[in-house]
């Protein structure tokens, strides 16, 4: 069965320090990933990608994912973190033969000045 | 601007009212989505339509009715719901069903079941 794992339910971070939000999924196919963003009292908003290709990825707002293939991670990054990051973020996955988008449970993310 | 929009923002309604919530996309796409968010837990996938025509009915108890009269309104209509029902409620399109990962998502609309 397709999964979607989370870890952390809070990742805390001082500003200008790197971040990382942990994703791990589970699908039987090759896997697409995304991650999107969640700001307070608003919709998602789509960061980035992997569907195939080079195993780092770069999206909005100076993020990165890594795509880890053995240990079927998919971690979202950042240099430097900025006040203005603290959100929450959420990771998801389907697998290329399947519409269906699988979601984890999200992670809040806060950045301390 | 938003590409999709969502009506109300905020809706508190008792257990006997009957209510609507709107979506409508100025994006040109033609999937649309309901999902529900409950806090710390996945996204609920609810309802997907592809081209008007609804390809997706998650399970969703019947007192959520869903209508898509064209590609670019989605509306769901609510009726004798219950408090577990309270959540956000956001509506998503994209540009066909093969483009489900990359959704553009109205900023919901918070429903609160008394």
């Known amino acids: 069965a397709q999964s979607v794992a989370q870890p952390e339910d809070q990742v805390n971070v001082a500003e200008g320090n790197p971040l990382t939000v942990k994703c791990t999924y589970s699908?039987?196919?090759?896997?697409?990933l995304f991650w999107y963003v969640q700001y307070p009292n608003r919709g998602l908003q789509f960061l980035l990608k992997?569907?195939?290709?080079d195993n780092l990825v770069k999206g909005s707002y100076g993020f990165e994912a890594e795509f880890n293939k053995s240990q079927t991670s998919f971690h979202l990054k950042k240099p430097s973190a900025l006040v203005s990051d603290s959100a929450l973020y959420f990771c998801?996955?389907?697998?290329?033969?399947?519409?269906?988008?699988?979601w984890g449970a999200g992670t809040k993310l806060i950045i301390k000045p | 601007e938003t590409g999709v929009t969502q009506t109300p923002r905020h809706l508190v309604m008792g257990m006997t009212n009957k209510k609507s919530l709107k979506c409508e996309q100025h994006?040109?796409?033609?999937?649309m989505y309901w999902y529900k968010q409950s806090a710390k837990k996945p996204l609920e996938l609810m309802f997907v339509?592809?081209?008007?025509?609804?390809?997706e009915n998650n399970s969703v108890p019947s007192r959520f009715s869903p209508e898509c009269p064209n590609s670019s309104h989605l509306f769901l209509h609510l009726h004798t719901l219950q408090p577990e029902d309270s959540a956000l409620y956001l509506c998503?399109?994209?540009?066909?069903?093969?483009?489900?990962?990359?959704?553009?998502f109205g900023e919901g609309s918070r429903l609160t079941v008394l």
């Open positions: 998503a399109s994209s540009q066909s069903l093969a483009h489900t990962g990359e959704l553009f």
């Open positions: 994006l040109g796409h033609n999937a």
């Open positions: 339509y592809n081209f008007k025509e609804q390809t």
């Open positions: 699908v039987s196919g090759n896997p697409y």
């Open positions: 992997y569907i195939t290709g």
């Open positions: 998801a996955v389907k697998e290329d033969s399947n519409y269906q988008l699988i």
